[in-house]
């Protein structure tokens, strides 16, 4: 089980989800990238992993498109040890931000108490953009077995694609380029108090493939609503089960209502 951070078999999302940014930060490992929902103004909703440990600035990226081969044009930190300022990201011409993390997020380490969520506090509101909204409270626990497995989730996001490479050995890896923001329709599987476990096998013919590396902390959608945030997956080719760590739960709404954020009205 690992970390997940790519939309496996997916589609381009194009602007079908404009409020689904790229978030880039530094930690003591180097710069990685995840995937976050504009929720107010003012916060991104992500995952606990893509902020934990965060040194510096978190970097917002809206674009559904940001390369389709390298380079990014992302800014380097002129101290990576100290990750980015907000002036270096601005420069750029870049939104910035501030990470924080559940208090409860247990680093993968307990099941029933996972609160792998996160957010970003914007130094500056982004007036342009409609924030998504937030599911009601347990609103996930009306699509218990069997209703679980005939609904269709969609989820958004900036990772790998898991695709045959232009050459050599034609094993499916995944794939850096293009880095777009892609979206992938998934039948449930399984539902727990923290966690909503999605099908992204390719070869269902109900759904289009799963996250992966690179989806991190994007939301997974049901009517419109934020019900979850990409976790984790299971394998290392993303061609399985993966899992996303539900946002309509108490303690992670309780924890969000502190920056503002709140869910619609059940």
Known sequence: MAPASAITGGEPDGNRHPNVGLILFYSEDGRFRCTATLVTPTVLLTAGH???????????????????????????????????????????????????????????????????????????????????????LNYLDAYAQPRLNQTIFTSVGYGTEVRKPASGPQKPIPESYPLIRRVAYQPGQKLTNQILQLNGNMNDTRGTGGTCFGDSGGPTFLNDYVVAVTSYTYTQNCRYLGGYSRVDIEVVQDWLATFGVFPAEG
């Open 50 to 136: 893509c902020t934990e440990g965060t040194v510096g600035k978190t970097l917002v990226d809206f674009r559904s498109v940001v390369a389709y081969q390298p380079p990014t044009g992302y800014p380097v930190a002129a101290n990576p040890d100290t990750g980015y300022t907000q002036a270096e990201i601005e420069a750029a011409g870049f939104l910035s931000g501030t990470a924080y993390t559940h208090p409860d997020y247990s680093g993968f380490t307990d099941l029933n108490n996972w609160n792998d969520v996160g957010v970003i506090v914007l130094d500056r509101p982004v007036t342009t953009i409609e924030p998504a909204t937030l599911a009601p």
